[in-house]
């Protein structure tokens, strides 16, 4: 297998991995799609000031760690809330003395995620319909994964892909009555299709399957909504 970086993804500035999508040229005993993202765990790219404090060795291994047992849970998942898995590995960089890098290979998830939809400094703009919609998939997402015994710790904007939605694409409409909102002609809030990435930093737990259940998630969402409307969306991480 060989992999070709195509373009390097957003994700957060303190974190050993880099994300890009691929091209990937598999041999004919690997079966995978030919387009996917590449994860790669890489200390050169460590933020230096986070070195200061943590081994970037231990935080390479901790965080492949993490995803894979993640991905590993998630298994019924994949596909529909979480990307597909198909593997991961270590790998050398020809041009850099063929030095040893880890990736994971996962799907390329069609969509944006809610921080590139809603800029943080202008979440402010978003209406309370729309909030109240987002928050609420965006929570429900969070339980359906917890369900599995994967308790996502880095429950940002950034982590949640919004999949294309058929109403915004098909013509021109105002989703809400709040004419300056930002997202009135970009969200449908009745086709909320959302995915979560990013698994580095998760809690595991016993899975519990209350946690996917209709009435039990409407419970915990209503104790925590309150919060995520008020700050979820300004979140910059």
């Known amino acids: 297998m060989s992999i070709t970086l195509d373009k390097r993804l957003d994700g957060s500035v303190d974190r050993v991995p880099h994300v890009w999508t691929a091209?990937?040229?598999?041999?004919?005993?690997i079966t995978c799609p030919s387009h996917l993202v590449a994860k790669i765990y890489d200390p050169v790219f460590f933020d230096d000031d986070e070195t200061r404090y943590d081994d970037p060795f231990y935080r390479r291994d901790h965080s492949i760690s993490s995803e894979?047992?993640?991905?590993?849970?998630?298994?019924?998942?994949q596909g529909t809330k979480?990307?597909?898995?198909?593997g991961h590995f270590a790998a050398m960089v020809p041009d850099q003395d063929s030095r040893t890098v880890f990736i994971l290979l996962l799907e390329e998830v069609p969509g944006r995620d809610l921080r590139a939809i809603v800029p943080p400094d202008e979440a402010k703009k978003v209406c309370s319909k729309h909030k109240e919609a987002i928050v609420?998939?965006?929570l429900r997402l969070f339980f359906d994964v917890r369900a599995y015994g994967v308790d996502q710790q880095d429950m940002v904007s950034r982590n949640i892909i919004l999949r294309p939605q058929k109403h915004v694409s098909a013509s021109?409409?105002?989703f809400?009555?709040?004419?300056?909102c930002l997202v009135a002609l970009d969200v449908d809030c009745s086709d909320l299709?959302?995915?979560m990435v990013d698994f580095e930093i998760v809690d595991f737990k016993e899975p519990d399957p209350s946690f996917s259940e209709q009435a039990e998630q409407r419970t915990k969402i209503e104790k925590i909504k309150p919060t995520?409307?008020?700050?979820?969306l300004q979140n910059g991480l």
Request: some cysteine; overall charge positive; charged content about 25%.
């Open 193 to 195: 299709d959302m995915v």
């Open 172 to 174: 021109p409409t105002q």
């Open 228 to 232: 995520y409307l008020r700050r979820w």
């Open 23 to 29: 091209h990937v040229h598999a041999g004919a005993t």
């Open 82 to 86: 979480v990307p597909r898995f198909y």
């Open 176 to 180: 809400c009555d709040t004419e300056r």
């Open 68 to 77: 894979v047992e993640a991905y590993r849970r998630l298994v019924p998942l």
């Open 136 to 138: 609420d998939v965006a």
